[in-house]
């Protein structure tokens, strides 16, 4: 994964809570993930303006705690949702 790489939510997917779930949807395309809190808040930070080296330091200021597995865990998560087409690399 690129850290200088700058993500952005793909054209026509959207954030919605059904159920109590977070997902991701895309409704023209009838697709849909289901994602975690952690997920969402990466999701939202993917702005195509913020790196992906600055969403990981973004979230590792506010949970210093977790801060080794946001290196990795970010990147990953960023990586899964470009290859199901949620995110495009700006």
Known sequence: MQMNLCPL???????ETLDDEIVLLHPARNLIFHSNQGGALIWSLCDGQRSVA?????????????ADDIAVDVPQAIQELLARGALVAA
Request: charged letters at 15%; zero cysteines; proline letters at 15%.
């Open 9 to 15: 939510p793909a054209p026509g997917f959207q954030m």
């Open 54 to 66: 600055e969403i990981v330091d973004i979230l590792s200021a506010a949970y210093p705690e977790s």
